[in-house]
């Protein structure tokens, strides 16, 4: 897989797995260098390509007194300083087709989230940025049906694209990885497997998502073993007080844990 067109992207030549990993959202300049320069230092160590993930505002939440960010020039341009600051490409997701060209003007990948995936004219307008585009499979598609959103992208003209499995719905309260999908989505684009988004359980009757964060390490490990190119994970040093997604979300203190595990193994998959 080429990640070479990826802007300031260590470790493009290597045969490790590559991290999309940050906060759920961005709530403030500290708090997103704090966490930045604890993964850089990580991933450095490691060689793990690494991308910095923050949500620049939160579009689809349970109710309507949910955390939706601090505003969306203001995340953004904390993400673009982390860029600047740690020599690292950003990745955020976008949610209405004016999101796409704005946050291009900051970021490196774009995010089109599940529940938008079939949305032709946000896809498109993602696609026509010229920016990577990393595509979220919707919670209620089948993977074979992930072709499509990806010739949307190709379609319009841009050939950077990726997709990340985040899980499929089963039943109201839960969600299931299908691993045999990940070899089948190969063959559309490169794969990246989103372990915390694939521990929520949604539609909790407070109205705030639960999650399954001591699966983590169970999740992530299978994706390795099934051969996915990328992995996304949302970390925070502090997810109980996190603004959005901590019941689900990885304590930055056992994220170097778990990479040195993750990278061990990808080096034995790599031999056979």
């Known amino acids: 897989m080429d990640l070479s067109t990826v802007p300031q992207l260590k470790y493009t030549s290597g045969d490790n797995f590559f991290l999309l990993s940050g906060p759920c959202a961005i709530e ?3 708090m997103a260098m704090r966490i930045a320069e604890t993964i850089v230092g990580i991933t450095d160590r490691l060689r793990i390509p690494y991308i910095f993930k923050g949500s620049f505002k939160k579009a689809n939440r349970s109710r309507v007194d949910s955390f939706t960010g601090i505003g969306d020039e203001k995340a953004l341009k904390i993400l673009r300083k982390v860029s600047e600051a740690f020599e690292v490409p950003t990745i955020t997701d ?3 087709v004016s999101d796409a060209g704005l946050a291009a003007q900051y970021v490196d990948v774009l ?3 599940a529940f938008l995936v079939r949305q032709t004219d946000l896809v498109v307008a993602a696609a ?11 919670q209620f598609m089948s993977p074979e049906s992930m072709r499509h959103a990806v010739n949307k ?8 694209v990726w ?8 039943g109201y309260q839960d969600m299931i990885v299908d691993f045999r999908g990940i070899p089948l989505m190969k063959q559309f684009a490169p794969v990246v497997l989103d372990v915390t988004h694939s521990l929520q359980q949604p539609n909790q009757t407070s109205g705030v998502t639960g999650g399954r964060p001591e699966l983590i390490d169970t999740i992530a490990r299978a994706g390795i073993a099934a051969g996915v190119d990328g992995i996304f994970l949302e970390t925070h040093f502090d997810p109980a007080n996190a603004k959005s997604d901590g019941a689900n979300m990885l304590p930055l203190d056992q994220l170097e844990r778990l990479l040195s595990r993750l990278t061990a193994l990808r080096s034995t998959v790599n031999q056979f």
């Open 94 to 96: 976008i949610h209405q």
């Open 153 to 160: 992208v190709t379609d319009s003209g841009n050939d950077q």
């Open 128 to 138: 026509e940025t010229g920016k990577v585009v990393n595509l979220k499979k919707g």
């Open 111 to 113: 995010q089109i989230p």
């Open 28 to 30: 403030g300049e500290d």
């Open 163 to 170: 997709i990340t499995d985040r899980g499929t719905m089963f």
